[in-house]
């Protein structure tokens, strides 16, 4: 576990909770089933405080989840990694209303319907590239083999970056995501900023027709950003557009080669898979959104002091049994209009989650076209990590040539 911190005078002891989010109890086992540990505590009260990584509060009633990831009154965004770090902030996830508005409303146009249809023949094509190299080979190591690259490859282009520079960037976003250690977070984030750095510059040289450039000709309030404000949007938008998309594939794919019925399911209705994808996405929510409190907050009896944080789980609340029944099942007659959090709610709900839903649908029915029949590798463990940020570390399949 992370370092013990020494616990506020103004928590209760008997909402202290022996918890650390980057080790969750079975969190490796199943990296969303590990988040509701905390709401087996929900007798003890709405919020219970786990005294690691700099101590905060967890919700622990899924009814309050999105309440509190709407609240932009109670609740900030200029802090959202456990533990703080210093440094600037990345906007617009980091900035609250209503500076927030403006800074989301230049990056919405990078990822907008019109936008993603003229991507979609691209993605398509690059996956098949993908899947036709891989199906006479028999197995693969998914995560490195496809999971990094599909939607790596896409994101490089949209932002108009080195395909070859994927694995690398990759791995620094794993780091800043994933990884207990501040100094192992601003590592990773100093060489995430320097890299975009060059970037802007040689976009500020010579102008090209990709999200870089897009942002570097942006307006805020009718002047130019600022090249702070540059690289900091550009950074968030390397550290959110590069490792999310291919985790939530890859759980995708874990649970396919788990369950050949529902596999089969999904390969019979590849011309309709609007439920299917809302399903896929309830079940494996990535992110946990972390706020900070802006000012003392009562809650349910329990008193936030300014400046602690809490962390607002959207696995706990995709997973609640009184929200969706059976929700550790996938069922994809499940009706899907009922909300889930997996892109979060509110002001500050992923800008990017159009073009995660078409990558999977595209993942699913090009994987599905040719390689119809896999499952887990008996020979290698499969090895998961339940954290602020969920993950499949190590993943591969095999399937009959024949």
């Not at 509110?346 to 800008?351: Q, R, T």
Request: aromatic share 8%; hydrophobic share 40%.
């Amino acid at each position: 576990m992370s370092k013990l911190d020494e616990i506020p005078a103004h928590v209760p002891p008997e909402l202290v909770v022996d918890i650390d989010v980057y080790a969750l109890p079975a969190g490796d086992i199943d990296a969303q089933l590990g988040w509701r540990t905390f709401a087996e505590h929900a007798d003890k009260g709405p919020l219970v405080y786990s005294p690691y990584n700099g101590g905060h509060w967890v919700v622990t009633v899924p009814e309050d989840i999105p309440r509190f990831q709407r609240d932009n009154k109670n609740f900030g965004n200029k802090v959202i990694t456990l533990p703080d770090r210093p440094g600037p902030r990345l906007v617009p996830l980091e900035a609250d209303p209503p500076n927030h508005a403006a800074y989301r409303r230049n990056v919405l146009p990078i990822f907008a319907p019109g936008r993603l249809k003229q991507l979609e023949p691209g993605i398509r094509a690059l996956t098949v590239e993908l899947v036709e190299g891989l199906q006479p080979k028999g197995g693969c190591d998914f995560i490195s083999d496809f999971a990094l690259k599909l939607p790596i490859i896409v994101f490089l282009q949209i932002m108009g970056l080195p395909q070859h520079d994927g694995t690398h960037l990759n791995s620094l976003v794993d780091t800043f995501a994933r990884s207990p250690d501040v100094n192992m977070k601003m590592q990773a984030l100093g060489e995430m900023s320097a890299y975009v750095d060059s970037a802007i510059k040689e976009r500020l040289r010579e102008p090209r027709d990709d999200a870089i450039t897009h942002i570097t000709q942006a307006q805020i309030d009718g002047r130019p950003y600022t090249h702070e404000e540059m690289l900091s949007t550009l950074t968030l938008l390397a550290l959110g557009g590069l490792d999310s998309v291919a985790m939530h594939i890859s759980f995708i794919a874990l649970y396919l080669a788990r369950h050949p019925e529902q596999r089969a399911y999904v390969r019979d209705h590849l011309d309709d898979l609007g439920l299917v994808i809302v399903e896929f996405a309830r079940r494996f929510p990535i992110a946990q959104m972390m706020r900070q409190v802006l000012h003392d907050y009562e809650h349910g009896g329990v008193t936030m002091k300014e400046g602690d944080m809490v962390a607002i789980p959207a696995a706990l609340y995709n997973l609640d049994e009184a929200i969706f029944g059976n929700a550790a099942d996938v069922d994809f007659s499940r009706p899907g209009g009922k909300l889930h959090l997996t892109f979060g709610t509110g002001p500050h709900a992923c800008v990017g989650s159009g073009l995660a839903r078409l990558e999977v649908v595209i993942f699913l029915q090009e994987w599905l076209s040719r390689i119809p029949d896999f499952q887990v590798d008996p020979a290698v463990p499969v090895k998961c990590r339940s954290a602020v940020t969920n993950a499949v570390d190590q993943l591969s399949l095999i399937w009959p040539t024949a």
